[in-house]
């Protein structure tokens, strides 16, 4: 199962941008990657995993701004369409393993 996590933070101010900067660091030591910029993902082995890391999301969340949270399976995760201009770098693939840490 993946985890996806949307947000649309402000940015307008100091305090505003580092908020930004805290909630995308929270994010990266998380476990989630970038799939664009706002849009983050991450692998769960399950859905009580996924819950487990959407209470984290929710104790991190800046004062200000939206966050949205979406759940997909491995195979509807896989069914994505990638559509880009410029070969940039290769899609995600959903780990062949879970990995236990």
Not at 55 to 79: M, N, W, Y
Request: with cysteine; glycine share 4%.
């Amino acid at each position: 199962m993946w985890l996806i996590v949307l947000f649309d933070l402000p940015t307008a101010t100091s305090e505003e941008r580092a908020d930004y900067r805290h909630f995308h660091d929270f994010l990266l030591d998380d476990g989630f990657a970038m799939l664009q910029f706002s849009v983050y993902a991450r692998h769960c082995a399950s859905e009580e995993n996924a819950a487990v890391h959407s209470q984290r999301i929710h104790a991190a969340l800046p004062p200000d701004g939206e966050v949205r949270l979406l759940s997909l399976t491995d195979k509807q995760f896989g069914r994505m369409s990638v559509f880009h201009g410029h070969m940039r770098t290769q899609a995600e693939h959903p780990p062949e393993q879970v990995l236990l840490l």
